[in-house]
Each structure stands twice: as structure tokens, then as C-alpha cells.
């Protein structure tokens, strides 16, 4: 392992005004997706709305610093023969994988998943730089819900987690460590600081007993925030506050950057967060994006499988990339979305 050029990379991917695309949408997932903008979700379909994406000159130019794709993309040519990981080095973007084959139940404990893929990910990980991979991803999925989480699916997760990203380490590939805890329930912000903090420690104990040096990984997590069915919503304030002080008690200096997820919050939300957390400022990590719903919502609604409308879902996921661009430099202001609408 070279651990100087895996810092290198992680520093790139965190750049300030900068941050991650999150494309790596499965099969199951994007479908969904396409469902809501009534696309038939085949294979021609998800290239041609992603090569869009790859194609957006100054969105990937500017503020989109690195692509985390699915397999499926990694190998998939643009319509007239390109490798998409070709368009987006040539946008001087990075292309990243997810590695991780998703979840199943995790024996023992109901209503809990653990992340699987470990198996044979040496080999894949190999393949997956050949092909142009400077970065990797792997999701931890963590809910919270009453006698949920538990101490076994928190470690476990936190072993795998952990597991990868000393194998991408040893391929020379930066991991993004994602422990997601989801905000899909009822509970308060305090109950998801209170698990994203056990999430964090185990995950960075499990880190160090796998001896994976923090200057060459990207931490992937969730806000503090209160839980999408919660009777109490926190304000912007709050959950920069909140998620602030978080990461500063479980997160090492020695980590590059953290880029979070959307998880569910609104597009204006998840860039007002970020901006408001990079405005407290005095941080010892970069603060950015890698948004997949809050950085896509908008350009999928524009372009609704028309070729007609291709350069609307341009503007839409150039105007979002800039915001959070903006956001990760704490430069943001509300009065640029309105200027736009
Ligand atoms: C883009 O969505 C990613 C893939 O999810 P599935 O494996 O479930 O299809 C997902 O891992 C994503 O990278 C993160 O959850 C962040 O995305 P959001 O939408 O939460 O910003």
C-alpha cells in the first residue's frame, strides 16, 4: 500500500467546493427510482440517463469531484462508444465503485441487516482498478427502532465495514467507510445522535484493530437528525450543532474528509446542512457531499426519459452541484436557490 497516494486521492475527493456523485444506484434501487418518473428502468435507459449526468461539462468540471458507480456502469460504454469511466476522467473527476453486494438478515437479530460482499472482493477490487477505480464504497445499514439497534448488528456491520477497507487499502484504492444510521423512523434527534455515536466509536475501534490508517479512507455518514416520522423536526441550526459536535467526539483528525449522505432530506436540506455545519468552521476534516436523492431528485424529474429534455436535467444537476459546492466551502446562501427556480 502506498499510503501517500491514497491520501492524495482522499484529499481530491474532499476538495473544498467539491463532492461526490453517489450513481451507484442498484438495480432494485434505481428502478424505484425510474418508477417515480415512469421510465422503464433497462439497461439502455440507465446509461443514457447517467451518461447525462457524465456528460454535464461543468458539474463534473466544477463541483463533482468523484463518481461512485454500480457495476454495471463501470463496464458500460456511452452511445457513441466512450467508457462512461472515460467521460469522467475527462471531466478530471474521479470514478469510484460500490463493492458491497448488498444486505441480508443478520441471524440472530430481527429486523437486522448486515452488509454483504466480503467474499472474493480481492479479486473484484483488482478488476475494479484496472478499469480506472481510484475509490471504493461500501454501506452499512443501521435502523433505528424500539430495542434497535443492537450491540450485534452495530459490531458486526462495524467488522465488515472495516474488513473492506483494508482490502481496498491493499488495492490501492481509497474506501468510503459508510455506516449509514437511516432516518426512516420516529425518533428524536438526541436518539440518532445517541446511535451515530456508538455506530462511529465501534466503527473506528474496528478500523484501528484492522489496522487501516485513517489518512487514506473518506467517512460516508448520516447527520444528526431527527427521524422523518418523528413529531419534532430540528432546525438547520440544530443539526449542524448537533452533528458537529458528533463528529468531532468519534471522528479522527487524521481522517481527510467526510462526505455525507442525504439519506431522505430535501435537496435544499441536505445543502442548508452542510452549509451550515462548514459556517461553524474551525474543523479539522473537510465537510462535503456525496449525495445520491439530494443531488439527482431534481435532474431525474427534468428529464423523465426524454431525449428532448436532456439539457434541462443538465442545468437541474448543475445548479444542484454548485449549491453543494458552495455548502462545502460554507458559502451557500438561500436567496441562490430562489435566483434559479
Ligand atoms: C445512490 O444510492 C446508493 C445505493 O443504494 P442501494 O445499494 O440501496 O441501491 C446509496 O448507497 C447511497 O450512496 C447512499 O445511501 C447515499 O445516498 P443518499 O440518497 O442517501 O444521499
Keep these: 500500500m502506498n499510503l501517500a497516494d491514497l491520501n492524495k486521492i482522499a484529499n481530491a475527493m474532499v476538495a473544498p467546493g467539491r463532492g461526490i456523485l453517489a450513481a451507484d444506484e442498484s438495480s432494485g434501487t434505481i428502478k424505484k427510482r425510474f418508477d417515480a ?3 422503464e428502468s433497462t439497461e439502455d435507459n440507465r446509461r443514457d440517463y447517467r451518461e447525462l449526468l457524465f456528460r454535464s461539462q461543468e458539474a463534473m468540471s466544477k463541483y463533482i469531484s468523484g463518481v461512485i458507480l454500480y457495476d454495471e456502469t463501470i463496464w ?3 452511445k457513441d462508444g466512450t467508457p462512461l469511466v472515460k467521460l469522467i476522467e475527462q471531466a478530471g473527476s474521479i470514478p469510484g465503485i460500490k ?3 448488498g444486505t441480508q438478515p443478520l441471524p440472530g437479530c430481527p429486523n437486522e441487516l448486515i452488509t454483504v460482499g466480503l467474499d472474493k472482493l480481492a479479486e473484484r477490487l483488482k478488476k475494479y482498478y484496472e478499469q480506472g477505480a481510484r475509490f471504493a464504497k461500501w454501506r452499512a445499514v443501521i435502523d433505528i427502532a424500539p430495542g434497535i439497534p443492537s450491540y450485534t448488528a452495530v459490531r458486526t456491520n462495524a467488522h ?4 473492506y477497507a483494508a482490502l481496498c487499502q491493499q488495492a490501492q484504492i481509497v474506501p468510503i467507510v459508510e455506516p449509514e444510521v437511516l432516518m426512516d423512523g420516529d425518533h428524536t434527534i438526541d436518539r440518532c445522535y445517541e446511535v451515530t455515536e456508538f455506530v462511529l466509536k465501534e466503527t473506528f475501534q474496528e478500523l484501528y484493530y484492522q489496522k487501516v490508517p485513517l489518512e487514506g479512507i473518506v467517512l460516508k455518514p448520516n447527520m444528526a437528525v431527527a427521524g422523518k416520522k ?3 423536526k430540528a432546525g438547520v441550526e440544530e443539526v449542524a450543532e448537533k452533528t458537529v459536535r458528533l463528529l468531532k467526539t ?5 481522517v481527510p474528509g467526510i462526505a455525507f449522505l442525504s439519506g431522505g432530506q430535501s435537496d435544499e436540506e441536505a445543502t442548508a446542512h452542510l452549509d451550515a455545519m462548514n459556517k461553524i468552521g474551525g474543523l479539522p476534516w473537510k465537510l462535503t457531499f456525496s449525495y445520491g436523492r439530494a443531488l439527482q431528485a431534481a435532474p431525474q424529474k427534468a428529464w423523465s426519459g ?3 429534455n436532456v439539457a434541462a436535467a ?3 444537476f448543475t445548479h444542484r452541484a454548485q449549491m453543494n459546492g458552495l455548502a462545502s466551502k460554507g458559502e451557500w446562501k438561500q436567496d441562490l436557490e430562489k435566483k434559479a427556480a
Design 230 to 232: 418523528s413529531a419534532k
Design 76 to 78: 458500460q460504454k456511452a
Design 306 to 308: 426524454k431525449a428532448d
Design 160 to 163: 465488515a465495514l472495516a474488513r
Design 37 to 39: 418518473i415512469g421510465v
Design 99 to 101: 463493492v458491497d453486494e
Design 314 to 316: 443538465q442545468r437541474a
Design 250 to 254: 468519534c471522528v479522527p483528525g487524521a
